[in-house]
């Protein structure tokens, strides 16, 4: 793997590496002084992992990094991806990322792309919705649909996403919870914040 991205590199932008250098080494040169893009999807909203997308500007052409904690890879980009901005790259990769496990939802506010005023129903939505709750947490927000309906109850958490008949049912369930008393767990701030969102996003 090492000898592979030295090699690719090297003829992308020849005198660039060392040939002692370790992968560590590389990795490292290629993030201080060829980066020129970043984003990460906090570990705290996909389920403990903490997923990297870098951009490497090398003499006009672009590099990508993409770590997911579980498997890593360096790919250089064809010449019509490489005249994209950076930030399009990565946006372009998220956007294309499968993500069984996460709706999209909860995948853009992990990666910070949500603009939740453009998901967010109006109070007469009279389709089924689902409810997004954001965390308050020292140094994150959390985002996660709402898959228990009592959760200050004696209820076992469950995978299965609630489900209301409408906008003003969900809205309902969001005043009861903001009116009970919360203990706060570790590293807690505050109450969570509720959004209905229509099914299926």
Partial sequence: MSNEIKN?????KPGSIDEDM??????EDLHNHYRVAERRASWDNIKGNDYVIEVYDLAGHKAVWIDDQYDAKLSVLDEDESKLDPEQIIRNIVDGWDHDDQSDIEWLHAWGYLDIDAVEVTAD???PVNVLEIGCYGGYSP???VTDIDPYGDTK?????VEWDNAKAAQAWIDEMDSREIVLAHNEMG?????IVAVNK
């Fill in 125 to 127: 939505y009279d389709e």
């Fill in 191 to 195: 109450r969570a914040s509720y959004y």
């Fill in 157 to 161: 958490p469950s995978d299965i996403l």
């Fill in 22 to 27: 370790t992968l560590t080494d590389l990795l």
């Fill in 8 to 12: 690719m590199i090297e003829s992308i």
């Fill in 143 to 145: 985002a996660k649909l």
